[in-house]
């Protein structure tokens, strides 16, 4: 059941920091200030912190008992590596279409 909700929080967590990232990302007048490649990897590195923080708050692999303790955020790190297998084609997907729906013509 534990592994259960280890990659249900990672789904999860994927899903909504994409859709976060790519609406804040894809709003028009942060398009025309900063362009379409830079707002994109503005919302790339938002969807990366956001999965993060959201993976750090909410702590999906509590390890008790191990020999040499890991602080919390060196555990939360590699699972953020991993999600980011989900959420990076979900924002570029996303963030694509809500780019080319919402750019000045």
């Known amino acids: 059941m534990t592994v259960f909700f ?21 709003q028009p007048p942060l398009l025309s200030l900063l362009g379409s490649f830079s707002t994109g990897l503005l919302g ?4 990366a912190l956001l999965a993060t923080t959201l993976l750090f708050m909410l702590d999906p692999d509590p390890v008790t008992g191990l ?4 602080p919390r955020l060196m555990r939360t ?15 570029l997907s996303l963030f694509g279409r809500l780019r080319r729906a919402r750019s000045p013509r």
């Open 6 to 26: 280890f990659f249900a929080a990672i789904l999860l967590v994927s899903i909504i920091s994409a859709i976060v990232a790519a609406e804040v990302a894809a």
């Open 44 to 47: 790339l590195a938002l969807c």
């Open 67 to 70: 020999d040499a303790p890991l």
């Open 77 to 91: 790190l590699p699972i953020a590596g991993l999600s980011a297998l989900l959420w990076l084609p979900i924002y």
